[in-house]
């Protein structure tokens, strides 16, 4: 990945990169509170030999810093440990004070420190200066020959220990710190990981990789489409409104050469807005006067007639038993002139009410009265119903929701269409979340995103006091 790719991750995540930064934070500022302060003494010793001359100065020297390091040593010990626990009368097992104890030699030099931490600075003080003297001792007694009264080498106290009333640990600032940095790279480590695998639909390059299909419409998130669903309950310049009047615009130019037009809206599985964008889009063309039908083709959930709130008893299904005339069963809306066939009542055998030459004589005398035909139809992945729709139509257009639809379940919807021959001439990405600014995947105040087509001029709308195409000479309300 390039690292636009890692900002688009970033500015995509950022509430859970947000989220892991503030969780380490929190952990890292509760440990911290919890922890007893602890207080530090440092006590320094010098060890050095008695030369005579020069020579054995230099050679003394280096004696003395070899001998350092096995000092420093020492003081980590538990025979130091148990004489300073002797000295000083504690009750602490020399494996526990040995713990509290970190001796280290000053670079190049012959200087050894001795640290002692301690909940209590006082105590660690007392017991530092114990160390310090103890060690003195106990390098004498080391380095003094049998017989010997006195030792080659020496180790001397040259800063007795301090008094620090200031705690070395917890440090606030610095855990404070690290968890800032470690939430960071979590939460974006994490945010890689979940936009890796991550396959649902969230831009054009997403719907390229399943399906040729352009990208006809993209229809932002509306938290009142469940109270207001049709374009018809909002304002004129509403997102929403803007975006299905981009989305029939694009419709026009599909299959040109065609006076009329019959296209299948589904979707892949259910939920993902297919009925919604049905009633929007018959709306939306109805509105610039076409003789447009909405079919309810849903023989299983059918819910058109309640979004429309529509009579539901007749509709298509009885009109392909037979027991009523077409015309019978159309409904008209007498603000936008778009007529409906509702579902009629629900059947036991959808699949083959809808493949019968009943449907077919149906969609072929709608053909020939009206100038486009939406179906609202099945998603595709649980039932046939969508594909044998489309193979008797001009197209199917696909509805993916974004950020639910899956590569895989669009990768699968357009692999059912390609199985009976049919096609599906566009995809509507719905339902995306609202951003502001600059990007591919934006999406911008009125509904105009990437992939959008421009809105026509007034010269270029379809005059709604004529009838289209090979119907001129029919009324524009024929049923």
Known sequence: M??????????????LI??????????????????????????????????????EAYTGGLFASQRVTSYADLASGRELADRVIDDLGLTLE?????????????PETVLLQIRVTDPRPAEAQRIASSYADQLVDFVEELETAPGARNAPIKATV??????????????????????LVLGLLLGFGLAVL?????????????????????????IAYDSQ????????????????????????TNMQFVDVDSDTNIFVVTSALPEEGKTTTSCNLAITLAQAGQRVLLVDADLRRPKVAGILGLEKAVGLTTVLLGRIELDD???????????VLTSGAVPPNPAELLQSHAMADVLKELRRRYDVVIIDAPPLLPVTDAALLTSQSDGALLVVRHGKTTKDQLAHAVERLEGVDAKAVGVVMNMIPVRRGKGGDSYYGYGYGYGYAPEPTASEEPDSSKPRGKHANQESGAA
Do not use: C
């Open 18 to 55: 947000v989220g892991s930064v503030l969780v380490v934070v929190a952990v890292s500022a509760a440990l911290t509170y919890q922890m007893t302060p602890q207080y530090a003494s440092t006590a320094r010793l010098f060890v050095s030999t008695t030369p005579s001359d020069t020579s």
């Open 329 to 339: 069963a159309l409904q008209h809306d007498p603000e936008t002139g778009l007529a």
């Open 158 to 179: 040259v800063d007795a220990a301090d008094f620090n009333s200031a705690p070395v640990s917890p440090n606030p600032v610095r855990n404070l710190g690290l968890a």
């Open 194 to 218: 979940r936009e890796l695998l991550d396959t649902t639909v969230k831009s054009g390059d997403d719907i390229a990789t399943a399906t040729t299909a352009p990208v006809m419409g993209n």
């Open 2 to 15: 390039e690292l636009r790719d890692y900002l688009r991750i970033a500015r995509r995540r950022w509430k």
């Open 225 to 248: 489409a469940t109270k207001r669903p049709l374009v018809t309950d909002l304002e004129s310049h509403a997102p929403r409104v803007e975006a299905f009047r981009v989305l029939r």
């Open 94 to 106: 020399s494996t526990a004070l040995v713990s509290k104890v970190a001796a280290s030699v000053v």
